[in-house]
């Protein structure tokens, strides 16, 4: 699949900004299985200082500042990707991958070789996700046991999530705890795959953020509206002796073709698609759309 | 020395089992100590009680203040220092210093690893998590590379005797480390009220220290190395250590700013200054390493500059220590600390550490779980005493609940064996006392090695048998000594005084929030003296009508209560709903408009918010001017705590506050250079003063009285205004309203009078630094010489005018109501010229994240 991309933040300040400092994470990755043929970034107004850089989890950030008076701001992150996820080993094919069991995967773990020690660190609390308790580790029992393989219990606690869970914009924001999401049962895209990253750590595996697209295909018949899209998040396991696989809890399935990967963190806080400081004293408001289409 | 014979000793004895460092278990001296003993034997009990008060008093008269957040007793508590000194002989201390330079350097190449190629991971030197589940691992800071041969450039540790009597190392202090600037207080004031104490004992002078320490600061700079700009940043006032951030700043003659005061432009630091940006090469910073950028690290933090993190990466600035340097303070580094001593040095560590076992390890975390009634827990990347688990002091309960906890995240703990530190002899009530003591040290960075400080800060515990030793619970400290054979050069006077040292040399590069909190003095004091004269006249007034029963008198004050609350701007007060019941009772409203610190615009009030401008401001105020402030700060306690509220009390302590406040400001205007700020001050004070003028004369003189009632208004305010003498000098007539403007209003020679106010504040307007590009006046010269020619064009016959109906001067009122508006715009444009803080820095997405 070719896909063009567009993804637009806009922010209009109520009594203006004097001055700003932002981060944009908004680079899609360029990897096996996803190509990036084009990027480009377009801020409004035009920035006085703009660098990228690599940050720890081998995502391109992008800080950029803009040091006049402006009452509105406009980030606009343009790609066209090619994704062909058949060229990713798949799960599917590797019987070993697909067996291996919560015990031995965790004494897999336990090795130390330069490989493993950036993945461990994603076994580890994060700003986010900290402080499991024993609910969510309970909730990840039912599906993770030692003799059990991990694939399976993954895959079935994406089941679980997609079906206990409801899907709603009203009552979460990205500051919503885990905690709250577990008793509540209801979320966003983001709030899932943070509860999954949770349940998976809590048993003392790998588990890491993503943060990407995915395609929306419009009703059978209908004409698919530009901006509908959304920007989306899940999760992703080390499967010890195979690799990351990744989980969409939100659609409940393994995401292929239709996914776009943007970046990898430890949670949402490692890699927000934008954020900043900003100098001014009013309030202002936020736009965002995504729209995302097979490239002609 | 026999001790059994000795009065200082007769409490020195208990059941309480310990390594003493004086006394040995023989009952002999340790010989290090004899001087010192016999020093203090020497000045007898009563003059050693004398002494020990008149410290007490030196620090309390300089300021020397520890601030306990959530302190009942206030929040500057008084810093304690114990007349007796701790001391250590040089040829033990060469070892410690080796041992300190060793565990420094180590720490170092710890902190360039760590952010670097991580090697001692890879290589299982230290477990992953000690590192990566630290919070103060900072992904941000991963791979930034430094200029400065060393990235650790200032290393302090806690050492504390153990039983085999060597010095341990129980605690290290990496990213911004107190304790300097009280350690050199300590010794400065020692060596000033106890001279006799020091008599035939060589104690090494930390002055080459205090040299190599500035030496070091220059050198960090990453580029403008001949002149580089160096500030001090500190979280401000409210900060625990507050003091020393003044104190460092005022004695390395470097200017003291918060967040608010720097800017990231341009990929540079700067420092906004009265007159524009300036470029700043090295931060020495007082604030914690998540703090230091809102952009990247702490989205919360005010106190730090977003975008910092970036203009390290570049390398145009440098930051001491480095941000990430928290990660050291790491007590799950410790059972590793020699296997990384070996790996890095080829050698073992020097100074011994507690025993420690890391939970992240199996066996260790069994052992731990097994034998926990006889550990202290902690976690890895908290060392507060709120986060240190003394087991043997926990029930069966917070037992269970802490397994729990270590069981959920082992690798988060670490369990160290219950030590019993040494005791030093304190001096408490007239006796000596043994005490647990901690000492903190010093190291720097120079060229490829550290320089020790000779000595360093000593802590005691509170109570005798006390665990614990922290200042956060308002502990004692005392001057720590390295005594040798060899003579010493004499103790150089480290007095702080500000009066001698510039710290900044221009007012161009005044930062700007040290101007607005300079011109907020000036206002609040302006207020606060005019203010106090008023009640005071008005109190007076009060009194003498006790004895007076003129109509007149009682109606003149019915006119004078009123104006209080005009002038006050305390409505309603005296004028507005229910003044009836108030006029009634007019003390109970003028004791609450003195004493209220709640209400808007009272007395009280006025003095609180100068207090906090002051505080801020303390880098620059001289020790007499402390003396004075904290004078007037007593006085106002004590009337508080003697609770007689009669006129009589009320005149009293109005006149005593205000002689002080005449002091102050008679100590500011030498204490301060006016390129140094005290333009600013000026500016405040003289607005201020001005608008209050103003206000006086709108509501006692536009009004048309009959003529007794007129007289004893026209009195009133000649002596509000302390210029009845003046009166009478210059007019040497029955007080009349024609000459009462002239003196008050017009008058150009009179420095009281509202034109020659007027024209001094447009005089030092344009004396303020002002933009090359506008060619036109600025707004704030606009308004004030609009002012002038206002003030400029009256005319007493003019002013004297009565409207039709002879109730009141319209002409009068209009010209001072134009006035007012105009001193006020003033200020506005002040402020939006010069101080430019109007914009709050915010974040673009609320995320408001638990990051505690």
């Not at chain 1, 990713?88 to 336990?110: E, S, W």
């Not at chain 2, 290290?172 to 020692?190: F, H, I, K």
């Not at chain 2, 048998?465 to 006077?493: A, Y």
């Not at chain 2, 709050?840 to 995320?847: D, E, G, H, R, Y």
């Amino acid at each position: 699949m070719i896909y063009q991309l567009s993804h637009t933040t806009s922010y209009n300040y109520q009594s203006g900004v004097t001055f700003c400092h932002n981060i944009a994470t908004l680079k899609p990755k360029h990897m096996l299985g996803q190509t990036l043929v084009e990027y480009n970034l377009e801020i409004s107004p035009k920035p006085t200082e703009i660098s990228d850089k690599l940050d720890f989890f081998g995502n391109t950030v992008t800080r950029f500042s803009i040091q006049k008076y402006h009452k509105k701001l406009k980030v606009t992150a343009h790609s066209k990707i090619i994704r062909d996820s058949s060229l990713v080993p798949d799960i599917y094919d590797n019987f070993d991958g697909q067996r291996i069991t919560l015990n031995q995967a965790v004494i897999a773990l336990k090795q130390i070789n330069p490989e493993l020690l950036d993945i461990k660190q994603f076994v580890l609390e994060s700003i986010l996700i900290a402080k499991i308790t024993p609910e969510i580790k309970a909730y990840a029992e039912v599906s993770f046991k030692p003799n059990r393989s991990i694939f399976e219990a993954a895959y079935e606690l994406m089941q679980r999530i997609y079906n206990e869970f409801e899907f709603n914009t009203k009552v979460t924001n990205v500051a919503t705890p885990i905690h709250d999401v577990i008793k509540e049962k209801k979320g966003v895209c983001q709030d899932f795959a943070q509860i999954a990253i949770a349940c998976v750590r809590s048993v003392g595996l790998p588990a890491r953020y993503v943060s990407g697209y995915i395609e929306t295909l419009p009703p059978p018949g209908k004409v698919k509206l530009i901006g509908t899209d959304a920007s989306h998040a899940w999760f992703s396991v080390y499967i010890p002796n195979f690799g990351w696989v990744d989980f969409d809890p939100t659609n409940n399935q393994i995401p292929k073709n239709q996914h776009i990967v943007v970046s990898y963190g430890r949670d949402y806080y490692d890699v927000p698609p934008l954020k900043g400081v900003i100098y001014s004293t009013g309030k202002n408001k936020m736009k965002v759309a995504v729209d995302i289409r097979p490239a002609l | 020395m026999p001790i059994g014979s000795n009065t200082l000793f007769q409490n020195y004895f208990s059941d309480f089992k310990n390594y003493d460092e004086v006394l040995k278990s023989n009952m002999s001296i340790n010989p290090n100590w004899e001087k010192l003993l016999s020093n203090l034997t020497q000045m007898g009990t009563d003059n050693l009680l004398a002494k020990q008060n008149e410290i007490n008093w030196l620090m309390d008269e300089n300021g020397v203040t520890y601030n306990v957040y959530n302190d009942p007793k206030g929040m500057q508590r008084s810093w304690n220092l114990n007349i007796v000194p701790f001391l250590i002989h040089q040829k033990e201390w060469e070892t410690v210093k080796k041992g300190i330079t060793q565990r420094a350097e180590l720490l170092d190449l710890i902190l360039k690893d760590i952010y670097g190629k991580r090697e001692l991971i890879k290589n299982g030197i230290i477990p992953q998590e000690v590192i990566f589940a630290h919070r103060g691992f900072l992904r941000q800071c991963d791979q930034i590379q430094y200029k400065t041969a060393k990235n650790l450039l200032i290393h302090s540790a806690d050492l504390a005797r153990g039983p085999d009597g060597r010095m341990w190392v129980v605690n290290d202090r990496t990213q911004a480390p107190s304790g300097m600037g009280y350690a050199l207080e300590n010794r400065y004031s020692l060596s000033r009220v106890l001279p006799n104490v020091f008599q035939d004992i060589n104690v090494k002078q930390p002055s080459k220290f205090f040299y190599e320490f500035n030496q070091m600061l220059i050198e960090a700079a990453p580029q403008n190395k001949n002149n580089p700009n160096i500030v001090i940043l500190t979280p401000g006032p409210l900060n625990e250590t507050y003091f020393e951030h003044a104190y460092m700043a005022s004695f390395l003659g470097y200017p003291l700013v918060t967040g608010n005061d720097l800017v990231v432009r341009n990929g540079k630091l700067w420092m906004k200054t009265l007159k524009e940006l300036k470029q700043v090469d090295v931060v020495l910073r007082r604030v914690d390493d998540v703090f230091m950028d809102p952009l990247e690290l702490r989205e919360d933090s005010y106190l730090g500059v977003a975008g910092l993190l970036d203009v390290i990466r570049e390398q145009k600035v440098a930051i001491i220590n480095p941000i990430g340097s928290g990660v050291l303070e790491n007590s799950g580094l410790i059972p590793f600390m020699n296997a990384i001593c070996n790996y890095f040095l080829k050698e073992d560590l020097i100074l011994p550490q507690i025993a420690s076992w890391w939970c992240g390890q199996e066996k260790e975390c069994d052992y731990v779980l097994n034998h926990l009634n006889d550990l202290v827990v902690k976690r890895i990347d908290r060392s507060n005493r709120e986060n240190i688990f003394f087991c043997e002091f926990l029930d069966a309960k917070a037992i269970e609940t802490l397994k729990k906890e270590i069981l959920a995240t082992p690798y988060k703990f670490v369990a160290q064996e219950k030590i019993s530190f040494s005791t030093a002899p304190d001096f408490i009530e007239g006796a000596l006392e043994p005490r647990k003591v901690m000492c903190r040290t010093f190291a720097i960075a120079r060229n490829d090695t550290y320089s020790v400080m000779p000595g360093g800060l000593v802590r005691v515990a509170a109570e005798r048998e006390n665990l614990f030793v922290s200042n956060q619970r308002g502990g004692v400290s005392k001057d720590f000594w390295i005594v040798t054979d060899d003579p010493q050069t004499n103790i150089q006077n480290y007095s702080w005084d500000s009066t001698c040292r510039i710290s900044i040399s221009d007012i161009n590069d005044l930062p700007s929030n040290t101007a607005e909190n300079l011109y907020w003095s000036g206002r609040y004091l302006g207020r606060a003296l005019v203010t106090a004269r008023y009640l005071r006249m008005v109190l007076n007034r009060m009194n003498q009508g006790q004895y007076n029963n003129r109509k007149s008198e009682s109606k003149s004050l019915v006119f004078l209560y009123q104006s209080i609350t005009n002038i006050t701007s305390t409505f309603p007060g005296f004028v507005g709903e229910g003044s009836e019941d108030i006029l009634r009772n007019p003390l109970k409203e003028i004791i609450s408009l003195m004493m209220d610190e709640k209400r808007s615009g009272s007395f009280a009030q006025t003095m609180s918010s100068f207090n906090n401008s002051y505080y801020s401001l303390r880098s620059l105020w001289s020790k007499d001017m402390w003396r004075v402030f904290d004078g007037i700060k007593k006085l106002w306690r004590k009337f508080k705590e003697d609770d007689d509220y009669s006129i009589a009390e009320l005149i009293k302590l109005l006149d005593r506050i205000i002689t002080r406040l005449i002091a102050f400001m008679g100590l500011i205007e030498e204490s301060i250079l006016v390129n140094q700020g005290l333009l600013l001050y000026f500016i405040g004070l003289q607005t201020e003063q001005a608008t209050m003028t103003v206000a006086k004369c709108r509501s006692l003189i536009v009004f048309n009285y009959e003529e007794n009632l007129q007289y004893d208004i026209l009195e009133s305010l000649l002596t509000s205004h302390e210029s009845l003498n003046i009166y009478r000098y210059s007019y040497r007539s029955h007080l009349s309203l024609d000459n009462v403007i002239n003196l008050i209003l017009l008058d150009k020679e009179y420095g009281k009078s509202l034109s020659y106010q007027i024209k001094r504040i447009q005089k030092d307007i344009n004396r303020l630094p002002h933009s090359e590009t506008t060619l036109n006046f600025s707004t704030c010269q606009k308004y004030i010489a609009e002012a002038n020619n206002k003030i400029e064009s009256l005319s007493i016959t003019s002013l004297l005018q009565v409207n039709d109906d002879g109730t009141l001067r319209e002409n009068l009122d209009e010209a001072l109501a134009s006035l007012s508006k105009l001193l006020h715009k003033t200020s506005l444009a002040i402020s939006d010229t010069y101080f430019n803080h109007s914009y709050q820095q915010k974040q673009l997405v609320n995320q408001n994240f638990p990051l505690a």
